[in-house]
């Protein structure tokens, strides 16, 4: 399942994806994160359960914001969660 | 089997009562301030007159904003899947996407042949797009939010979108559409064609695919309604029942498919 | 040589004069529907107060979102357009010599630059979303029925924290009415949006990194409760230039005064 959190408003799309199929719950990026925008959760959208990454409820609306300590408009963009995660099931659309 | 189903939404709290799966009973009631004993008056509506007692109920899953406030549920699941699994008892089982606008958020769900979620995203950051952003535009040319999405249809030629998507920014463009001399109709246009374009946008990120659906108050407006198809190639399904009962109608089949697996029949 | 520097904003235009390295006027007015009308009125307005015409000017450069209504225009006649982050490197320099980051945040927009020597060196441009600019805090004044002056010294008076869940200027105006009805203080809810919109304008400025000197320029850096809350955030104190809101104007008539750069 992708899960799309996020939001497109008047200045853009600013969605991070987190493919559930790939993610392993190892909660590698949610320490890798700076900003502690990230958290697990347990898998509430089908009866299998089981733990898997999520943009915290409180980023959700500000995404944009939250994360744009980490791209800076001149120099690297390595993001720490993208690198941090081994079956790369996290992605940002901006 | 009797399972239930308990959405309880912002505004609205829904409770659906599931015999082997089939809908038996259901009650629709504003969410109150304490979203537990709307839960449980709620529930009880659903089930009065039917005989069952809360006893007899072998499982009950709860979903909605308020979802950890059912106090009788066993389990919780997100209204987003339970959006989906409800969708597919409403439309039938060729639903693929459901776009549910509501009067504070925009969901887009793609789903599978058995209603399971492959991908959605749920805004409810800007009010563009939303209930909301339309009833700010109604109240801008006065027109009743009822009326709006007709307004907009009755015009010879469909005028260029508004350029901005931020309602605010938006209603400035239009006021000065309005005072250049374009009437309503022609505003209500350009505004409905902006907010079509970016919800299309949104549905294009999780994937359309036939069967489509729309969901919530703003599935009223034909003025989004039609442009939405006009733009996606695809007719909107009709419903055969009131969708407001999709996510309580969705917790009430997960209710029996957890019930199932507990019991070892799955 | 005499230049003048045009700034019309999405609210308001702008205009400064400027000789010999010096500010000799300087004049501003609502836009209204007729872009240009309006430029033109302020236009001769700042020329009146300066004592000068048209003929006296050597070169006119606009700047800001309406600058294309003025290129060419007479008596305008501006001669060139530059973009608002250019104008506010130009400005917030000759302002502040010391300047390598510029916030400025208008009605519509809100801008990071970083500086280097007056010229652009990265930027950053939080746009077409009214919650991250001065339509903001106008809206959530009206919410709060008070006059947009009055939201930054009310703001002052609070200590309190209390974060602000909607990102958004047409959810954020329901929210502020939710508030009122908690009996939150009018004090502690200017004090909530202000820091609401600190947050997003510092979230953005981090993007092209905060260096010192860090000067705040734009319609809302006459608003006394809009550097407090952005110093806390970025951790670090803001220099606020006198008439901030001119010093787009200012850097746009720099420009037109140094041709070669």
């Known amino acids: 399942m992708q899960a799309n959190y996020g939001y497109k408003d008047g200045s853009g799309d600013y969605f991070i994806t987190i493919d559930t199929d790939k993610c392993n719950g190892c909660g590698k990026c949610v320490e890798a994160c700076p900003y502690k925008v ?22 959700r609306k500000k995404i944009k914001y939250s994360c744009a300590p980490c791209k800076p408009v001149a120099g690297e963009r390595l993001l720490p969660c993208v690198l941090a995660c081994e079956p790369k099931a996290i992605t940002h659309s901006w | 089997m009797i399972t239930a189903g308990v959405d309880i939404g912002s505004v609205g709290s829904k ?72 969708a597919h008892y409403i439309y039938g089982p060729t639903v693929r996407t459901v776009l549910d606008i ?59 979108p508004v350029s901005n998507t931020c309602v605010i920014f938006a209603k400035a463009e239009s006021l000065a559409l309005l005072r250049q001399g374009w009437p309503k109709e022609r505003v209500a246009a350009a505004y409905h064609a902006a907010m079509a374009d970016r919800i299309v946008d949104l549905l294009t990120r999780v994937g359309i695919e036939k069967d489509f659906v729309i969901t ?3 599935a009223k407006n034909m003025g989004i309604v039609q442009r939405l198809e006009r733009i996606l190639k695809i007719e909107a399904l009709e419903p055969k029942m009131d969708p407001i009962l999709a996510g309580a109608l969705g917790a009430g089949l997960f209710a029996k498919a957890l019930y199932e697996k507990e019991q070892g029949l799955r | 040589m005499i230049t003048a520097g045009v700034d019309v904003g999405a609210k ?8 010999d390295g010096q500010v000799v006027a300087r004049a501003k007015a609502l836009v209204g529907f007729d872009v240009l009308k309006s430029a033109i009125e302020v236009f001769e307005a700042a020329l009146k107060d300066a004592g000068l015409s048209r003929s006296d000017i050597g070169r006119v450069v606009a700047t800001g979102m309406g600058r294309n209504a003025v290129v060419q225009k007479p008596p305008i006649n ?33 801008r990071g630059v970083k500086v280097e020597g007056g010229k652009v060196r990265d930027f950053v441009i939080n746009e077409r979303c009214a919650a991250g600019a001065g339509t903001f805090v106008e809206a ?67 993007r092209v990194g905060v260096e010192k000197d860090v000067v ?25 230039p006198e008439f901030p809101e001119y010093v787009s104007a200012l850097g746009a008539a720099v420009i037109a005064a140094n041709p070669a750069r």
């Open chain 1, 38 to 59: 990230l958290e697990l959760i347990t898998n509430e959208f089908d009866i299998e359960g089981g733990t898997m990454a999520a943009v915290k409820e409180e980023h």
């Open chain 3, 216 to 240: 705040l320029i734009g319609g809302c850096a006459l608003n006394p409760g809009f550097k407090p809350p952005l110093e806390k955030e970025l951790h670090t104190n803001i220099i606020v």
């Open chain 3, 140 to 206: 959530m004044a009206r919410a709060l029925e008070v006059n947009v002056e009055e939201m930054g010294p009310l703001s002052l008076k609070s200590a309190n924290v209390i974060p602000m869940n909607a990102q958004c200027c047409v959810f954020a105006e329901s929210e502020v009415v939710s508030l009122i009805h908690s009996k939150i203080s009018k004090e502690d809810i200017a004090k909530a949006i202000h820091d609401a919109i600190a947050g997003r304008i510092s979230s953005m400025i981090l």
């Open chain 2, 216 to 218: 919530g108050g703003v």
């Open chain 3, 78 to 110: 501006a001669e060139e357009a530059v973009s608002e982050v250019v104008a506010d490197a130009a400005g917030a320099f000759q302002a502040v010599p010391t300047v390598k980051t510029v916030i400025d945040v208008g009605a519509e927009e809100g």
């Open chain 2, 15 to 86: 409770a659906t009562v599931m015999v082997d799966g089939e809908l038996y009973s259901y009650a629709v009631m504003r969410t109150g301030g304490v979203s537990e004993d709307t839960a449980i008056k709620v529930t009880m509506w659903a089930l009065d007159g039917t005989g069952i007692d809360t006893g007899k109920l072998n499982y009950v899953v709860g979903t909605g904003y308020g979802r950890v406030n059912v106090p009788f549920a066993k389990k919780t699941i997100t209204e987003i899947a339970c959006h989906a699994r409800g």
């Open chain 3, 12 to 19: 308001f235009a702008k205009v400064v004069i400027f000789k």
């Open chain 2, 102 to 160: 509501g009067g504070q958020d925009c969901k887009a769900i793609r789903c599978d042949d058995k209603g399971k979620v492959l991908s959605f995203l749920m805004n409810d950051k800007c009010a563009a797009g939303t209930g909301r952003g339309l009833e700010v535009f109604a109240d801008l040319i006065s027109v009743p939010i009822a009326e709006l999405g007709k307004v907009s249809l009755s015009v010879d030629q469909e005028p260029p």
